[in-house]
């Protein structure tokens, strides 16, 4: 065994500790340790994409944020979809004002939205208020972009994408942030179009408009 080849990189206090534990064999703790037993999963992964399935898996037994989670399993094409969303918009800083780890943001964040909150506006429009729960929502809309033989999708990132794009550029709020003439907390304080009930509402709009 050599410390010197694992990264460790579930987050916090327990990464610093962990990590001069395993490195200072002449350390109390490394001395502790060896004394005792603790619980080590291991996983020899190279992809990413697979790393974060094993670890949205793992969480069924340590529950983490809608957000982290959704963002993590890819497997689902609804969580596919909205990540590549996320990532594609000047409104989202492709990515940087989205918040993945947490479920909720602040008065305060330079976060416009959890990503499971633009996961939920973005997918009003593909399927409207026939769901009344995540779950099936999301359910819904994978089934939407399956249609066609999957050609679908390419229908609903044109659609979902100009109108994400377009209110960027006109919408009161979302303009200001594009533009960078606001803050997103800045904006936050003016204008209700940025807030989740905003964005859900100009996105149900939409779905009827299609409809």
């Known amino acids: 065994f050599d410390a010197n080849l694992f990264d460790i990189v579930d987050g916090g ?4 500790a962990i990590d001069e534990a395993v490195r200072d064999r002449k350390s109390s ?4 340790l060896m004394a005792s037993a603790i ?7 190279e992809s990413p994409v697979q790393a974060g399935l094993d670890f949205a898996a793992l969480a069924s037994t340590r529950p983490i944020s809608s957000s982290l989670r959704d963002a993590l399993d890819v497997s689902s094409p609804v969580n596919a979809f909205f ?17 993945y780890l947490s479920s909720t943001v602040g008065a305060n964040s330079d976060k416009l939205a959890a990503f499971s909150a633009f ?5 009003q429009f593909i399927v409207g208020r026939r769901f009344r729960s995540p779950k099936p929502q999301d359910a819904g809309v994978n089934a939407e972009l399956a249609k066609d033989d999957g050609r679908a999708r ?4 044109e659609r ?6 377009y209110a960027s550029q006109v919408l009161p709020g979302w303009r200001d942030i594009t533009r960078g003439t606001l803050t997103v907390p800045e904006a936050r304080k003016s204008f ?7 964005m859900t509402t100009l996105m149900l709009a939409l779905h009827e408009v299609v409809h």
């Open 13 to 16: 206090h327990r990464t610093v």
């Open 29 to 32: 703790t490394w001395k502790d």
């Open 39 to 45: 619980p080590v999963m291991i996983l020899e992964e």
């Open 83 to 99: 990540l590549e969303m996320s990532r594609a918009l000047d409104l989202t800083d492709h990515g940087l004002r989205i918040e």
């Open 119 to 123: 996961k939920f506006a973005g997918s």
């Open 154 to 157: 390419e229908l609903w990132w």
């Open 160 to 165: 979902v994408y100009h109108a994400f794009n």
């Open 192 to 198: 209700i179009t940025i807030s989740t009930v905003g």
